[in-house]
């Protein structure tokens, strides 16, 4: 088991919540980015630069991930392959994407894509906030221990 961060958006707080997880669990923790990423020096801790380009971390990962890992992601399109691969997605505010909503999600944001297109005006997500840090900590904490017992 895994655990890989499309990196590029990930908030701060997020990649620290997840930098702990891995020493305290000894799951190499992989952040893939487009830009070259400052990481803890630890051998469960890894940082991998894709080239810049639309969706290319989001391939790698694709690519890479295998039934049982955890995948952080804000990319619900990411979460949905990482589902048919047989992983577990997680977004940073702590929303766990599942076979039950994930064609779900991917529907609204298709919708809401299509409105932008046709020029309606829709606001982003709202703030990160502290609540969404202490979610994400909670819905990792409950994975990881699903994973040991």
């Known amino acids: ?6 990196a590029d958006a990930c908030p701060v707080a997020i990649k620290e ?8 669990t000894r799951i190499v923790t992989t952040l893939v ?10 051998p469960y801790i890894q940082a ?7 969706d290319v971390a989001d391939n790698k990962i694709a690519e890479q991930v295998q039934s049982g890992d955890l995948v952080i992601t804000a990319d619900i399109p990411l979460a949905a392959q990482v589902i ?11 929303e766990l994407y599942t076979e039950d909503n994930i064609r779900e999600r991917l529907g609204m944001r298709n919708f809401m894509e299509e409105l932008r297109g ?6 982003g997500p709202a703030t ?14 409950r994975f990881l221990v699903g994973k040991r017992v």
Not at 85 to 93: E, I, M, Q, S, T
């Open 128 to 141: 990160f906030s502290k609540s969404d840090c202490q979610a994400f900590a909670k819905q990792l904490d």
């Open 118 to 123: 046709s020029g309606v005006d829709i606001s």
């Open 33 to 42: 980015a487009n830009r070259l990423l400052r990481v803890p020096a630890s």
């Open 48 to 54: 991998l630069q894709v080239p810049h380009g639309f």
């Open 1 to 6: 088991m895994r655990i890989w961060v499309d």
């Open 84 to 94: 048919e691969h047989g992983g577990v997605a997680l977004n940073p505010r702590g």
């Open 17 to 24: 919540i997840l930098f702990r997880a891995a020493e305290r």
